[in-house]
Structures are given as C-alpha cells and as structure tokens.
C-alpha cells in the first residue's frame, strides 16, 4: 500500500454496521461520470447479463446453503434487535433504511464484491437507457475493489472536468461530502455526481498527496468512444476507450475509413478501457474476425451448473445462443460479412477490463492480433441484475466468461506477446493526447507490426 493509499484509507470510513445499510465491500467497477443510462452501458468492469421477469431459483451448493438459513431464528433475532432499538437509540430511526440494510446486509454476506442489493430507487436509476450522451463532467473513472479509492482513467477533451483542471490518474476523495469510498462506484456516479444540466458538483481530488477542491458544471456531454486516424506507413490507429451502445457501429465506421485510406496495419488500443455494453465488443471482434476457427466462438459463459451463453459467427451473422434456451439478448443475430486481413497489435494494460479483455482475448485466440502492453485487469466473471416484485433489484455473480480458446482470465488477466511498461516524460504524466513519438507502448506496437521486435 502506498503512502497515499494510507493516507486516503485513513480518512474514510469502510465499514459499517448491516443493518444501517452499509455495504461491506466496495465496488471495483468502472464508469462513465455523469452516464445518463443504465445498468448494461454504466461502463463498469463488467459484463452484465440483464434479466427480465424471470423466476430464478437456488441449486446445488448455494441452496444448500441459503436453505440452511433458519428464518425464524433470523425473524426473532430482527424482532428482539428492534426491541432494543426502539427502546435505546438516541436518534430517530428510519424503518425503510433499516429493512433495505438488512437486504444490503444478506448480499454482502455472500462475500462477494460485485453482488449488490439495489433499493427501487436505486434499480430505476441504474436502468435509464444510454445512447452516447451524458449529462454530467466528462470523465472515466475505476473503484480499487481492495481500497475503495476512486481514480480517474481518463478526462475526455473539453468537457467540464477538463476546463476545471483535473488530471488522469487523481483520486476523487469526496463528491460533496460524502467519501467516494463509502459508495458503490455505479450508485455514487448516477446519484451524487450526474445531475441536472447547468447545475454544479464539488469534488475534492487528491493528487500528489494533496487536496485539491473543484466547483464543476454539469454539461450534455458527448463521447466519441472510438476514435481513429492514420499514422505514418499506413499504419492506422483506432482508440475504444469504452463499449457503449454507439460504440460498434463507430468502430466499424473507423476501420471502413482507414480501410479507403489504403491502411496496411492497425493498432487497436485498449488501454483503460474498462468494458461495458457486451454486444458492442462482440459486434467489434466479429468485424474483425473469420469464422473458420472454434465454430465462430467469440465468447462463451458457463454458470455453476455448466449452462452458459454463446456468441458466434456463422453464416455471415453474428449470433447468440443460450443453453437454457432463455433470450437474453434481442440485439442479435446481426450481419457479419467483414473480416479484417492485416496484421494487427492490441494495446493492453492494468485497466482493460472486462469487455476489453473478450475483445482482445478473441483476437489473440484467433491469432489476429499480437497483444502488447502490459497484464490486463482479469475481470472475468459475469454479473446478472435480477429485478425482484416490489421494483427494487439484486445483482449476483452468476457465470464465468471464457476466450474462444476457453481460457478462464478470471484474476489472472490477459498476458502480453510483448510486455512493455509505459515510461511518459513527466510533463506528459496525467494528459489525455499524448504525442505518437513520445508514447513508447505505442511505439513498441509499431515496431511489433513492422516486424522490428
């Protein structure tokens, strides 16, 4: 731990008791700041799996373990606790936080960090629709799952968090005051930092060990999740810095344009990319690749029961398949009669999550890409958000996700063909457009692709 994360972990409060709601980890997500949308497009580093009025039910071992719960054991525990409450407490509860801190409570005893209880407020919220736009600072930021801290990957050009100075790679230590540590990384986003436009948002950021207070407008903020230009010796580049709903059809749109500028070789960089929208990033892969290895396999997934869902390319369409023969996903099949024939390098590091990471692992499964970089994050689990009847939500962990080669990342990251750590001149440290010439993951990229390495 370094002395800054000694420093923030002193200042913040991380744990509380159940039944005031608290909940017990942190959420090692990632966001768009100011996403107007919802729970499949936040950006987090995950890849969620929304399911609809679905009646889910307990097998194997976590039955067992929930039936080994003694509910009237728990309903006259609660009953004698309130008791006490009733009697003792020197403020005036609130009987609502206290029921939905005992839910909070439940998930969080599972001992996982990304199963969550979401109050109907809080479900509604997470569910609006993204299309690209948001309302808020223009900013993508990460959750340490172990630290809490919140760090900021990345300050999109000319938006409000932009004007107002701040820098890739501080850390948000308050919004308000309330701690960033203390809040699930999506709930924080859409409650206390998105908001109406025009209005403002204090942050207080630490960079270099030192507080530093920000007053930021809330703007309409549109975001070119891909970007792309041609470097030199037809060598294009192109940019994800996230899979949004827009997010294919840009990329597709990109590789079209370098593709009638005569490109040769392409560099695809994923690096910070925390994930998102998952039929962007199969959409993508399958723009890039054929379909004559692993039966089209972009993505697989298999629950604790071995059922899973399958994304493929066959018969120029991209297609999605699920075991237990529950559509989960309305966005396919699609066309796909495209298939990219030039060598290829990825770029990776510590903060391509998720959906990054089925991208790159896809190409490099198919041997259409070399990676470079360095290990990425290894976020390879799936997430389902389970609507419940009375409008609120839980979100469980529910499979992993596999490369079409059938390699499980989950914790251990996608491995570069070339390792190499980015080295910046310190001026550049923290800026958004670094130069070609003085980015040497970039470079190195280059020369892989030019046979150099």
Not at 49 to 57: D, R
Not at 114 to 137: F, H, K, M, N, Q
Not at 186 to 201: A, K, P, S
Request: proline share 3%; aromatic share 8%; hydrophobic share 40%.
């Amino acid at each position: 731990m370094t002395s800054l994360e000694r420093e923030y972990k002193g200042k913040t409060k991380f744990w509380k008791g159940v039944l005031v709601g608290s909940l017990v980890t942190a959420f090692a997500g990632l966001a768009i700041v100011g996403v107007a949308t919802g729970i499949s497009v936040i950006g987090r580093s995950v890849i969620d799996s929304q399911v609809q009025g679905q009646a889910v039910g307990s097998t194997g071992k976590a039955g067992d373990a929930l039936k080994r719960i003694d509910m009237n054991a728990v309903e006259r525990k609660l009953g004698s606790m309130e008791k006490i409450v009733d009697k003792y407490f020197l403020f005036e509860d609130d009987a609502q936080k206290m029921q939905d801190g005992i839910y909070k409570g439940m998930m969080a005893g599972l001992d996982d960090p990304y199963t969550v209880y979401y109050t109907p407020d809080e479900y509604r919220a997470l569910s609006e629709e993204t299309e690209g736009v948001y309302c808020g600072i223009g900013v993508l930021v990460s959750q340490n799952i172990q630290t809490g801290i919140v760090t900021i990957l990345r300050v999109f050009p000319d938006s409000p968090a932009d004007e107002a100075g701040m820098k890739k790679g501080d850390i948000v230590y308050k919004v308000g005051e309330i701690s960033t540590a203390e809040q699930e990384l999506d709930m924080l986003v859409q409650e206390h930092i998105r908001g109406e436009e025009g209005t403002y948002v204090d942050l207080t950021v630490l960079r270099n060990g030192e507080e530093i207070s920000m007053h930021v407008q809330r703007r309409m903020v549109e975001v070119a999740t891909v970007e792309h230009r041609m470097l030199e010796d037809n060598i294009g580049y192109i940019l994800v810095t996230q899979f949004d709903t827009v997010s294919g059809d840009q990329f597709m749109e990109a590789v079209d344009d370098l593709e009638s500028q005569g490109m040769e070789r392409l560099v695809i960089d994923m690096r910070d990319n925390p994930g998102g929208v998952l039929e962007a990033c199969v959409q993508m892969a399958a723009y890039v690749l054929p379909d004559d290895k692993f039966d089209g396999t972009i993505l697989k997934t298999a629950d604790k029961n071995g059922m899973g869902d399958r994304y493929f390319s066959e018969g120029g369409k991209v297609r999605y398949k699920a075991d237990d023969g529950f559509n989960r996903s309305n966005f396919f099949p699609i066309e796909d009669n495209h298939e990219l024939d030039v060598p290829i390098a990825v770029l990776i590091n510590g903060q391509s999550a998720s959906a990054a990471e089925v991208f790159a692992g896809a190409l490099q499964d198919y041997g259409k890409a070399e990676l470079v970089g360095v290990t990425s994050f290894g976020k390879g689990i799936v997430q389902s958000v389970i609507p419940l009847y009375d409008g609120s939500a839980i979100k469980l962990t529910t499979s992993h996700y596999y490369t079409p080669a059938g390699h499980d990342l989950h914790g251990q990251g996608l491995k570069p063909d070339v390792e190499v750590e980015l080295e910046l001149d310190e001026e550049l440290i923290g800026t958004y457009d670094i130069p070609v010439e003085k980015d040497n993951q970039l470079q190195k990229a280059i020369e892989v692709l030019k046979g150099e390495e």
